[in-house]
């Protein structure tokens, strides 16, 4: 069987204490995705990266109009005297008022940006093993694989199903392949959390409702006052929101695969032999390729994907996410003030009436409603940024014909 020549880069499916004495590992391409070299990038050159996050524009968002309700209750025993006669009066007062404020004005979050937390480039893969032919040449050997751009395998040789829809990534030093074991994703999901700096709102005045049972008694005279009706001016001061955070995973329907082409994974059998047309990987410069072997150009700067050739090509290097609406909740109370009010008392029966003044509120501070608040819907975006996962670019290289070895035979007159 011919030999494999020197410096050619298959594919080991096994253990790595298994890989064959001829062959040795190529250490160049453990925890690398195997990238076709381009016109203006030549074999053995690094690029990619791990992971990659995104930064979302700056955006704002405004607070939900809202109300409180509050309730202020009187002080008992509080006391006045007439402001017409000699007379004093006394107050028993024993009643609360109740109402709503006025509607919120202000609170808007302050401008800020948010980041998609990062995750993996990784496309889906299998683990494999890259192993290149030692000096002399190498021999195949059963299970050994090859990449083929026809979907019908050579005779003694078959399809690698383990590996079909999927990248080829060189297994971490010194570790095994692995053609069970899913890795990677074609679709991002990102954590996303931030949070804003909230502006004090603030909520128009309101008058309450009308407190009852507040009696009016004449000490001189004896006589009991009408029952007084009034109502107070509330005040809330301005509040500022206890913010929650904003945390979700960002995923959009984006595929996020680098640029592909298909290419077929085939394996040797027990009876096989290298054949014409399958392909191995190059490291080397393309001056040097072996002679019989010849550089594959329909396959420049793309990352190798295992299925059927004629499928074709697809993915991009770099991708963006659509916009994400979000909004906020949030809590906050407010403290407040009571007006002063002025009452008009009457006499029973026929007596006159007289007028005193309240100098004081006379009730406690309001007890203001806690509320759950809310903030306008905003979308977020994420920038465009690359997707390639770390790669080795190397050459694709086609094997045409044996080359050397033959003997010339003449015709001796």
Known sequence: MAKIPEGVIIIHIGSHASIPSDWSRETTLDDKFAKICGDSVAPNATGGIATHEHTSPTHVH????HTHTY???????SSGSAGTTSQSIFYSSGHTHTGASGTSTGGALQTTAGTYGAISNNPPYRKVIFIKAKANGANLFANAVMLSESNTPPSNWS????LQGRYLKGAGTGADADLSTDNGSSTNIHPFSHAHTPDAHSQGNSDSTQGTNLEGR??????NAIDISHTHTVSLNNATDTL???TASITNDETVEPVYKTIQAVKMGATGKKEKLLCGLWLGTVADIPSGWTLVTTYKDKHLKIGDPANGAGGSNTHVHAAKSHTHTGSHTHTGS????VDTLGQEGSGSAFATTQSTPNHTLPTVQTVATTYSNTNTTGDSVSNEPEYRTVALIRFEKEVGGGAFIFNVL
């Open 218 to 223: 004449d000490s001189q005279a004896g006589n």
């Open 338 to 341: 009571v007006s002063n009010h």
């Open 159 to 162: 399809n690698v199903t383990e």
């Open 62 to 65: 405004t607070l939900t109009a």
């Open 71 to 77: 309730t202020t209750s009187s002080v008992a025993n």
């Open 244 to 246: 929650n955070a904003f």
